[in-house]
């Protein structure tokens, strides 16, 4: 699957962005979609997923603030993010979670996007 995201760009602290990641195939079959952020030095950590069930799980950091959520229509993962702070300056990467019938036998495999990059700053 291509994962192509969008929507990163500058924003003041306070304000708030929508990303968005589009997908080369029916997301209605893959398991979980989800939403990782990583800076220079630092591993790549999750922000936020969502299940093909829309069970949603979310970093501490990105409760209350950010919202995941599927497009099935159009095959897109968003997030939406409010009350940015500079800590949300990261490169944010779209990932699924998917059963590969490339293998055999089928078996779970991870892809990702090449990322949109999200600055924080006044």
């Known amino acids: 699957v291509q994962l192509v995201e969008s929507g990163g760009g500058l924003v003041q602290p306070g304000g708030s962005l929508v990303l968005s990641c589009a997908a080369s195939?029916?997301?209605?079959?893959?398991?979980?979609m989800g939403w990782y952020r990583q800076t220079p030095g630092n591993q790549r950590d999750l922000v936020a997923s969502i299940t093909t069930d829309d069970w949603t799980n979310y970093a501490d950091s990105a409760k209350g603030r950010f919202t995941i959520s599927r497009d099935n229509a159009n095959n897109t993962v968003n997030l939406r993010m409010n009350n940015l702070t500079p800590d949300d300056t990261a490169i944010y990467y779209c990932n699924a979670y998917r059963l590969n019938d490339d293998y055999e036998p089928p078996r779970f495999t991870d892809s990702w996007g090449k990322g949109t990059l999200v600055i924080v700053s006044s």
């Open positions: 195939q029916n997301i209605r079959d893959i398991a979980r």
